[in-house]
């Protein structure tokens, strides 16, 4: 199992970017997948999730401006980023609940500032 994730990248407020996460060895239509990201000095934040079944649920704090959504055909799940705010800066990683564990990608670097 593998994530990798990419598209993060320097982006100045009110500014919008689409995080992605390639997947390989599983599938990610039988997956509950999951955004999480963890700013500097503080702990992993859950951030958004699509389930096996197409459910999808956010954090507080970016619903209504992050959309996720998965390409089955290419196994690749996203994070559409809108009206980004400077505390959305982060690293942020894949996650996905597969065979009873968590895998996780190695994260890609959104920073929000002007």
């Known amino acids: 199992v593998q994530l990798v994730e990419s598209g993060g990248d320097l982006v100045q407020p009110g500014g919008s970017l689409r995080l992605s996460c390639a997947a390989s060895?599983?599938?990610?239509?039988?997956?509950?997948v999951s955004w999480v990201r963890q700013a500097p000095r503080k702990e992993r934040e859950f951030v958004s999730e699509i389930t096996r079944d197409g459910t999808t649920r956010y954090a507080d704090s970016v619903k209504g401006r992050f959309t996720i959504s998965r390409d089955t055909a290419k196994n690749t799940l996203y994070l559409q980023m809108n009206t980004l705010k400077p505390e959305d800066t982060a690293m942020y990683y894949c996650r996905a609940l597969y065979s009873g564990s968590y895998h996780w990608g190695q994260g890609t670097q959104v920073t929000v500032s002007s």
């Open positions: 060895g599983f599938t990610f239509s039988n997956s509950d």
